[in-house]
């Protein structure tokens, strides 16, 4: 079993729809990591947090300690967020080490 | 801000044939470390480095090779190239502290080795 596990893997909507893209892992963990990675292939961060729900913009993330479970919500999708969308959490306790899922494909139609 | 630049973008080698990925930040980021990105799974740690003068292997560390001479630089060396090295590989950097550990990312380096 994959220490981080995502799904879907793959996820198609309409421009407008709400998404909602989940990750579960199964290791103790001191925050949880939210990437995007957009088809010219950058990575960037979008959260780091260790408890309850942060919101950017139209991006929020939320998590459960207790579950092992976290979710990413994007509200009133656009095309441009048309991006593969990752969660990784840190590896036995060291905090900087990270494990990754293997990516949430989201493609959003106008 | 330049944040992290990795270099060269793209590369082509022979199997057999050496060579440096450049990574370089300017961020002042105690923590450094290189990924590969294969189709279907996920990033993968190479080597990492929590500061100049240590390094430490990651995941996959096997036919390549670090050093951190300066807090700005992390070159990664593919030491005798092999078509599994065909990759995309990420170089990454951080403050030390879990509690500021937002990983910054270069922009890749599409790898193939024939």
């Known amino acids: 079993k994959n220490e981080v596990e995502q799904s879907p893997q793959n996820l198609t909507a309409q421009e407008g729809e709400f998404i909602t893209i989940n990750c579960s892992y199964s290791?103790?963990?001191?925050?949880l990591h939210w990437l995007q990675q957009h088809p010219g292939g950058g990575i960037v961060s979008l959260f780091m947090?260790?408890?309850g729900k942060k919101k950017h913009g139209r991006l929020i993330a939320t998590i459960n300690i207790q579950e092992k479970h976290s979710s990413l919500h994007i509200t009133a999708s656009h095309p441009r967020d048309s991006a593969v969308y990752i969660c990784?959490?840190?590896?036995?306790?060291?905090?900087?080490?990270?494990?990754f899922g293997t990516g949430t494909l989201l493609a959003v139609q106008p | 801000n330049a944040g992290v630049t990795q270099t060269p973008k793209f590369q082509v080698l022979k199997t057999g044939q050496s060579m440096t990925l450049q990574c370089a930040q300017d961020?002042?980021?105690?923590?450094m470390s290189w990924y590969r990105q294969d189709p279907g799974m996920g990033l993968r740690l190479i080597h990492y480095?929590?500061?100049?003068?240590?390094?430490d292997q990651g995941e996959v560390p096997n036919g390549y090779n670090v050093s951190r001479s300066t807090t700005e630089d992390f070159p990664l060396r593919l030491l005798s190239a092999a078509p599994s090295q065909t990759s995309v590989y990420f170089c990454?950097?951080?403050?030390?502290?879990?509690?500021?550990?937002?990983?910054?990312f270069g922009a890749g380096t599409r790898l193939s080795v024939l």
């Open positions: 990454a950097s951080s403050y030390k502290s879990w509690a500021k550990n937002i990983q910054y």
């Open positions: 480095s929590v500061g100049a003068g240590i390094t």
């Open positions: 290791v103790g963990i001191s925050a």
């Open positions: 990784a959490v840190p590896h036995g306790g060291a905090t900087n080490k990270l494990i």
């Open positions: 961020m002042n980021h105690e923590y």
């Open positions: 947090l260790s408890s």
